[in-house]
């Protein structure tokens, strides 16, 4: 019988199976009820929902039909019929936030190894301000292939074991924010891609390690995985899990997209066994993330805990992470690396639009700075100070497809992080149920009925397609512009529309600084590049993050 659902699930998919059942029972409906009469149509019809709904639990595809036997089969119905419903009453393709239904469709036809390729043009509006381009070129290039790398870690900051990392990973997302299976589907398809999957917060946990796939080991306030009972940063603890082979990375969270400056508590009920031990704290008990660190209070302090993380690790690339919030705070960690010398290997800005974690409405609209603005203001500390040369710099926040990486890369990313886009990769349809309990796919969920609907081996191919088409349509990109690496992708090579009647390059429209300009503003030689320079400088401190005078002009 298993074999016989199998061979049926293969020979007619879901996605059609509402339209089979409607064919057979417009047949049958004729027939049942001439042979058999009222009493005896129903009872096939029941016989025939038995069936179904075995076939359904047992299929290993798709995550909605297994945990939503029979009435799954309507979602996909309506997603058949849902071009005309959609034109004439509701949304476009491009209406639904935060991700619209084509940005998802792409990760799913990437991720099932279907074709993304699009007819009739494009469904955007090419006049509309703000509409951007990637610039293409008469003489393109052939690339040998698409696992473009950059190299993490730099000898002059201490680091001793440099990590050749893909530019496209999968960003920070906890164990407990995501179920066993979510988190052993994400590390199988990024071992199997070879790429780096961050951990999240929440540590590392006995799902990260089952497949070996290699993990960036996010350190957040409540120190998880290296804490002692009190809550306080344990030594002994962080060089247990960080001198793992596995663990490449290691990256101190300072803030998030989804919720900057705010903490975090998962209540005692949702803190399972599993969830305890990844994290070193009692099960049962609330788990507690504080808005801000205690191993730190300064700049300088600050630093100081990264190389000596660094130090404890073996050498591994050790940086931080943050989503811009007052210039002057991330001007004093800028002041605090030219006065110890101390430089993190790399920085990953944040987007306040990115974020799985669920936050307070006012902090999910209105906290922040987006990702355009925060990670121009860090390339550009760091290219005006002379410092780029050391640190790599990572960015996060709404990436999905490869112009999104092509973009950031050239606002000055070095590599870019994916947490909803893998979420998505996953099986996620955007049901935002995520702090609920009640994730219809079993991402994000610690409901062990709902897990069963995400088949690990099936997800974990999906995850590593999503990863490799993706690079595949970045190296196409690369190609078209001429380049040979996207690295080379700057913000010369990207348009966008200003007016109706003005198109501009982006470098043309933004503040990019030269090598050493903003050293020279420090030191007198030249004037302020832009206003953030001249008022939030002078109020940077490296032994505070309070502002140290008012701003002036």
Not at 288 to 317: C, E, N, V, Y
């Amino acid at each position: 019988m298993h074999a016989w659902l199998q061979q049926l699930d293969q020979h007619f998919p879901v996605r059609y199976s509402a339209w089979l059942l409607a064919a057979i029972g417009l047949l049958l409906f004729g027939f049942t009820w001439v042979a058999f009469g009222a009493f005896g149509f129903a009872a096939l019809v029941c016989l025939f929902l038995v069936l179904l709904g075995l076939r359904d639990v047992r299929q290993r595809r798709h995550a909605v039909i297994r945990n939503y036997p029979v009435m799954g089969h309507l979602r996909y119905l309506l997603e058949f019929i849902r071009p005309e419903i959609r034109q004439y009453f509701l949304e476009s393709d491009r209406e639904a936030v935060p991700f619209s239904r084509q940005q998802r469709s792409l990760v799913y036809q990437r991720a099932k190894g279907e074709s993304d390729k699009r007819p009739f043009g494009t469904q955007l509006d090419v006049h509309a301000d703000g509409y951007e381009w990637i610039n293409h070129s008469m003489a393109p290039t052939q690339l040998a292939g698409h696992d473009f790398r950059v190299t993490i870690g730099s000898a002059d900051n201490g680091c001793t074991q440099p990590y050749a990392a893909s530019v496209f990973n999968i960003s920070a997302m906890s164990f407990g924010a995501l179920s066993a299976n979510a988190v052993l589907a994400l590390n199988g398809g990024a071992k199997k891609g070879g790429f780096a999957h961050d951990t999240g917060e929440g540590s590392i946990s006995q799902h990260h390690r089952v497949h070996g796939g290699d993990l960036i080991w996010e350190i957040g306030s409540g120190y998880f995985g290296c804490r002692h009972d009190d809550g306080s940063f344990s030594e002994e603890r962080f060089v247990a899990n960080a001198t793992d082979p596995q663990v490449k990375m290691v990256e101190l969270k300072l803030s998030q997209g989804a919720k900057p400056g705010h903490g975090g508590v998962l209540p005692g009920p949702k803190v399972t066994p599993e969830i305890a031990a990844a994290r070193g704290v009692p099960a049962g008990v609330d788990c507690i993330s504080p808005a801000s660190h205690g191993a730190f209070s300064t700049p300088a302090d600050m630093l100081r805990f990264i190389d000596r993380l660094r130090q404890l690790s073996g050498g591994k690339p050790t940086g931080f992470k943050l989503c811009i919030g007052h210039p002057w705070e991330w001007f004093g960690i800028c002041k605090a690396m030219l006065e110890t010398g101390i430089l993190p290997d790399f920085i990953v800005v944040d987007g306040a639009e990115g974020g799985t974690g669920a936050a307070p409405l006012e902090f999910t609209d209105h906290v922040g700075a987006p990702a355009q603005e925060g990670l121009l203001l860090v390339r550009n500390s760091l290219v005006g100070l002379n410092l780029k040369h050391r640190i790599r710099i990572g960015a996060a926040g709404k990436v999905i497809g490869a112009f999104d990486i092509a973009r950031m890369m050239a606002l000055g990313a070095d590599w870019c992080n994916s947490a909803r886009g893998f979420m998505f990769a996953l099986g996620c349809i955007q049901a935002q149920h995520c702090h609920s309990g009640s994730c219809p796919t079993g991402v994000t969920t610690q409901d062990p009925k709902r897990q069963q609907a995400l088949v690990v081996p099936d997800k974990t191919e999906r995850v590593y397609r999503f990863h490799r088409h993706t690079l595949h349509a970045l190296q196409e990109l690369v190609q078209a512009a001429g380049l040979k690496h996207p690295n080379e992708i700057t913000a010369s090579h990207i348009v966008r529309r200003v007016s109706d009647s003005d198109v501009r390059l982006l470098a043309s429209q933004l503040p990019l600084l030269a090598p050493g300009q903003l050293l020279d503003a420090i030191e007198g030689r030249a004037d302020w590049p832009h206003n953030v320079y001249r008022l939030y400088w002078p109020m940077a401190c490296a032994h505070s993050f309070q502002p140290q005078a008012a701003v002036v002009g």
